[in-house]
């Protein structure tokens, strides 16, 4: 018997790159509303967790110019960002590998579910996926913990320690701990060692290669 049976996927740094989109999505954002930023780098603190909290914690920004950054964000995203992407190296062989051995896949990310269905409709990868759970456009179910437990109530026949939540961010390890899941912490995204560490996640891994097999080592 497998030691796990559902595997959640955080989207952003996890299945796919989405650094150019996101960030370029995020200078047109702040160019709109009065802030200039040239510097793409800096802005790689906005994958990973919700826009708001991001506009918020980063800028200063109150909940009236959140919602306008927000806006203009979408504008350029859906238009152009969305496609700006780039799937990590070996991603869709994995996911043929669990979905052939049997295991229920899911994505778990902040972004809108409108927008990873879309992401995985264009990458071809949408049919090994038996959820897509995000965000709604409205910004509500947008912490992760939010997101891992609505997945977690749509596989209601697994116990809870069937499942594991994969993610390069701490946000996916704190919101795998707040549902009692055992996570594993991906390196190769944008969250170092340290924060994946600090977070407590289960496993550790440097690339989808050992990501696979950590998964053949536990059947």
């Known amino acids: 018997m497998k030691k796990y049976s559902v595997v959640l996927f955080d989207l952003d740094g996890t299945i796919s ?8 999505s995020i200078q047109y954002a702040l160019q709109k509303i009065g802030i200039v930023e040239e510097d793409l ?3 790689e603190t906005f994958i990973g967790p919700p826009l708001q909290v991001s506009f918020r914690e980063i800028y200063g920004l109150d909940d009236v110019q ?10 350029r995203f859906i238009q152009i960002g969305m496609y700006e992407n ?8 994995l996911l043929e590998y669990l979905q052939k051995e049997g ?3 899911a994505i778990a990310t902040s972004k809108p579910t409108v927008f990873a269905e879309q992401i995985l409709q264009y990458f071809n990868l949408k049919h090994f996926f038996d ?24 596989f209601n026949e697994a ?12 946000y996916d390890i704190v919101g795998a701990h707040e549902n009692q899941m055992d996570s594993i912490g991906v390196t190769y995204g944008y969250g170092s060692l340290d924060e994946l560490s600090d977070a407590q996640a289960t496993y550790i891994v440097n690339s989808v290669n050992e990501l696979q097999e950590i998964f053949n080592r536990l059947g």
């Open 131 to 154: 959820l897509v759970a995000g965000s709604n456009l409205d910004g509500t179910r947008s912490a992760k913990g939010e997101v891992i437990t609505f997945a977690r109530e749509h």
């Open 86 to 93: 780039n799937l990590y190296q070996n991603i869709s062989s």
């Open 17 to 24: 790159d989405p650094k150019v989109g996101i960030t370029k």
């Open 103 to 105: 295991y229920q896949l």
């Open 159 to 170: 116990n809870i320690d069937q499942f594991i939540m994969i993610g390069d961010r701490k």
């Open 66 to 75: 959140i919602q306008q950054a927000i806006a203009y964000y979408r504008e």
């Open 41 to 43: 780098d800096k802005l």
